[in-house]
């Protein structure tokens, strides 16, 4: 029996378990993964090993059900299935998002706490930041574990790349995009160590302490009437908690592993004859993801060694990160999306309307030295140095899905629906997105380097005068996941806004699942800031408690 057992041994469960520990000396922590530990694993360490991991044994290789908006095709999507979870296996990117997202956040589960001035502490508790001298102090953190760097390596492409940006979307060239207003053009920020390497979350944060168990994936959650008493593992074991148990699973095992407990909405359970223990009609609903749009570009001179994989790509700088140096963020003008969202059927479309503000960061643009998702599009683009990627995400979708079960099994896959593109707001919002960097590369600078773009068979190449249709037509044929999914027991409706779980005590829900709305940067920095603000909440609640259980 543990003090407090925590599911899910990825970037929130580990930091949470850590600090669970180091708060609390005296108070054992169990944490339980599904896959292995492969922190010493090459592949997880060195950056380069990064685009080896999709399609692995060391990730979930999901595939969503047939998406409407996009003819019925399938998407790929992932996740870690190693101890520190997707921090393991990610590209590493490091962005916050804008203040206005979580100050909506804030608003609608009626807490400052999870605002950004209130979550702003644990950005900082977390991060190491590599320029203390250039940044502001109270925006940024400088003895976190968690150490980034940002545009570190002087690549061939940069100043040409960044100047076609600057010139073709009219952007701000800003420097740090990561203290509360992201939108412009800024340095590509990233948490691999300045010396190259990966920074998974339970190396980072030690787990010293804690009791881990590996390749050990829970099968349920075990209920003695509304209390959480431990869990069972997928081989029979049964491990109680004391005082909490802290289910980190993910946006999408952490739905699973409530259904399968008896947890959810009666029609979902009554499909596969598992009795209801709680009613929770919104376990695994509120599902959202990024959409992401990759375009590849072939380069003029790819003799000159411009991009990774070229044989000449070998200055050892280059390796110490995701080739990368430049982020664009956009917010969509409120003009281009009203009519969309009066077509959605949003109330309110006025100026004030939170969707609408000018410092949402509703797209992103990220160029990449290399064709990066390439092998997920049906391309066969060799990687050697002829391409180069300008992916285009949408950071603030309004469509939603839902996870549900396709079996009563603890280790198959879910059923993924993240819906994606069901909304006019969010087609206006990737065209957008896309528009601006196709400009980008349309312009003296941009055409200095960008020979054409790659295209499928049977479509031609896109162009900023591409029409709505011939863009939706590329989208519903290639667009794919940044593999940011999130929502699935979402604050105000699953749990509360200490990430108690309505009508079960004892139980916490503590990952990206819980985010009520969509956060528009890449999902660690926001995860670490709940998972450290979880931890403090959940040593509060048991400070001077250490004889009593859950039960009383």
Same mark, same amino acid.
């Given at each position: 029996?543990?003090?407090?057992?925590?599911?899910?041994?990825?970037?929130?469960?580990?930091?949470?378990?850590?600090?669970?520990?180091?708060?609390?000396?005296?108070?054992?922590?169990?944490?339980?993964?599904?896959?292995?530990?492969?922190?010493?694993?090459?592949?997880?360490?060195?950056?380069?090993?990064?685009?080896?991991?999709?399609?692995?044994?060391?990730?979930?290789?999901? =595939?969503?059900?047939?998406?409407?908006?996009?003819?019925?095709?399938?998407?790929?999507?992932?996740?870690?299935?190693?101890?520190?979870?997707?921090?393991?296996?990610?590209?590493?990117?490091?962005?916050?998002?804008?203040?206005?997202?979580?100050?909506?956040?804030?608003?609608?589960?009626?807490?400052?706490?999870?605002?950004?001035?209130?979550?702003?502490?644990?950005?900082?508790?977390?991060?190491?930041?590599?320029?203390? *001298?250039?940044?502001?102090?109270?925006? =940024?953190?400088?003895?976190?574990?968690?150490?980034?760097?940002?545009?570190?390596?002087?690549?061939?492409?940069?100043?040409?790349?960044?100047?076609?940006?600057?010139?073709?979307?009219?952007?701000?060239?800003?420097?740090?995009?990561?203290?509360?207003?992201?939108?412009?053009?800024?340095?590509?920020? *990233?948490?691999? =160590?300045?010396?190259?390497?990966?920074?998974?979350?339970?190396?980072?944060?030690?787990?010293?302490?804690?009791?881990?168990?590996?390749?050990?994936?829970?099968?349920?959650?075990?209920?003695? &009437?509304?209390?959480?008493?431990?869990?069972?593992?997928?081989?029979?074991?049964?491990?109680?908690?004391?005082? *909490?148990?802290?289910?980190?699973?993910?946006?999408?095992?952490?739905?699973?592993?409530?259904?399968?407990?008896?947890?959810?909405?009666? *029609?979902?359970?009554?499909?596969?004859?598992?009795?209801?223990?709680?009613?929770?009609?919104?376990?695994?609903?509120?599902?959202?993801?990024?959409?992401?749009?990759?375009?590849?570009?072939?380069?003029?001179?790819?003799?000159?060694?411009?991009?990774?994989?070229?044989?000449?790509?070998?200055?050892?700088?280059?390796?110490?990160?995701?080739?990368?140096?430049?982020?664009?963020?956009?917010?969509?003008?409120?003009?281009?999306?009203?009519?969309?969202?009066?077509?959605?059927?949003?109330?309110?479309?006025?100026?004030?309307?939170?969707?609408?503000?000018?410092?949402?960061?509703?797209?992103?643009?990220?160029?990449?030295?290399?064709?990066?998702?390439?092998?997920?599009?049906?391309?066969?683009?060799?990687?050697?140095?002829?391409?180069?990627?300008?992916?285009?995400?949408?950071?603030?979708?309004?469509?939603?899905?839902?996870?549900?079960?396709?079996?009563?099994?603890?280790?198959?896959?879910?059923?993924?629906?993240?819906?994606?593109?069901?909304?006019?707001?969010?087609?206006?919002?990737?065209?957008?997105?896309?528009?601006?960097?196709?400009?980008?590369?349309?312009?003296?600078?941009?055409?200095?380097?960008?020979?054409?773009?790659?295209?499928?068979?049977?479509?031609?190449?896109?162009?900023?005068?591409?029409?709505?249709?011939?863009?939706?037509?590329?989208?519903?044929?290639?667009?794919?996941?940044?593999?940011?999914?999130? &929502?699935?027991?979402?604050?105000?409706?699953?749990?509360?806004?200490?990430?108690?779980?309505?009508?079960?005590?004892?139980?916490?829900?503590?990952?990206?699942?819980?985010?009520?709305?969509?956060?528009?940067?890449?999902?660690?920095?926001?995860?670490?800031?709940?998972?450290?603000?979880?931890?403090?909440?959940?040593?509060?609640?048991?400070?001077?408690?250490?004889?009593?259980?859950?039960?009383?």
């Amino acid at each position: 029996m543990a003090d407090y057992l925590v599911l899910g041994g990825g970037l929130a469960g580990c930091t949470v378990a850590t600090r669970l520990k180091e708060y609390d000396p005296s108070a054992s922590v169990t944490l339980v993964e599904a896959g292995p530990d492969e922190h010493a694993n090459p592949l997880m360490i060195e950056p380069m090993g990064t685009f080896q991991l999709h399609m692995s044994k060391f990730e979930y290789n999901y =595939h969503t059900v047939p998406q409407k908006h996009y003819d019925g095709r399938e998407v790929y999507n992932a996740g870690g299935k190693v101890l520190s979870g997707s921090s393991s296996v990610n590209y590493a990117m490091w962005t916050r998002g804008g203040a206005d997202d979580y100050n909506l956040w804030a608003e609608i589960v009626g807490d400052k706490r999870w605002s950004y001035d209130g979550l702003l502490p644990y950005f900082r508790k977390t991060e190491n930041h590599h320029d203390p *001298e250039g940044v502001d102090p109270k925006q =940024h953190g400088f003895d976190g574990p968690m150490y980034t760097t940002a545009s570190a390596r002087h690549y061939p492409l940069k100043e040409v790349l960044h100047d076609s940006f600057v010139k073709g979307t009219s952007l701000p060239a800003i420097t740090d995009a990561n203290a509360g207003n992201p939108i412009g053009i800024a340095p590509y920020t *990233e948490n691999w =160590h300045p010396e190259g390497r990966r920074q998974p979350a339970g190396k980072a944060y030690g787990l010293k302490g804690v009791d881990v168990l590996t390749d050990s994936p829970v099968r349920r959650i075990l209920l003695e &009437g509304n209390v959480a008493k431990g869990a069972e593992l997928a081989d029979g074991r049964k491990i109680m908690a004391k005082r *909490e148990v802290i289910l980190s699973c993910g946006a999408i095992r952490t739905p699973q592993v409530l259904l399968l407990s008896g947890i959810g909405p009666a *029609e979902e359970l009554s499909k596969h004859d598992i009795e209801q223990l709680v009613d929770a009609p919104e376990v695994g609903r509120n599902f959202h993801d990024h959409i992401a749009m990759a375009q590849f570009y072939k380069i003029k001179h790819p003799e000159k060694n411009l991009l990774a994989g070229a044989p000449g790509w070998n200055d050892p700088t280059y390796l110490l990160g995701v080739p990368a140096d430049t982020v664009i963020t956009a917010s969509v003008p409120p003009d281009v999306l009203k009519a969309a969202m009066k077509a959605d059927g949003f109330s309110d479309v006025t100026d004030s309307h939170p969707h609408l503000q000018p410092t949402r960061g509703h797209t992103e643009i990220l160029p990449i030295y290399a064709p990066t998702e390439a092998p997920l599009t049906d391309l066969n683009i060799p990687f050697d140095g002829t391409c180069l990627t300008a992916g285009t995400l949408n950071l603030l979708p309004t469509s939603r899905g839902s996870v549900t079960l396709a079996s009563t099994d603890p280790t198959a896959d879910p059923l993924i629906d993240p819906n994606y593109y069901a909304t006019n707001t969010d087609r206006v919002v990737l065209r957008y997105g896309m528009r601006l960097a196709m400009r980008a590369f349309e312009t003296p600078e941009g055409q200095s380097f960008i020979k054409e773009e790659v295209v499928p068979k049977g479509y031609k190449a896109l162009t900023s005068e591409s029409t709505d249709e011939e863009i939706d037509a590329r989208v519903k044929r290639s667009a794919a996941t940044w593999f940011h999914f999130a &929502g699935s027991a979402a604050m105000g409706k699953v749990v509360d806004t200490e990430l108690r779980f309505h009508g079960v005590k004892g139980l916490r829900v503590c990952d990206a699942s819980v985010l009520p709305c969509p956060i528009g940067a890449h999902y660690q920095v926001a995860t670490y800031a709940i998972a450290e603000q979880g931890a403090e909440m959940i040593t509060a609640a048991w400070a001077g408690k250490s004889s009593e259980t859950n039960g009383t």
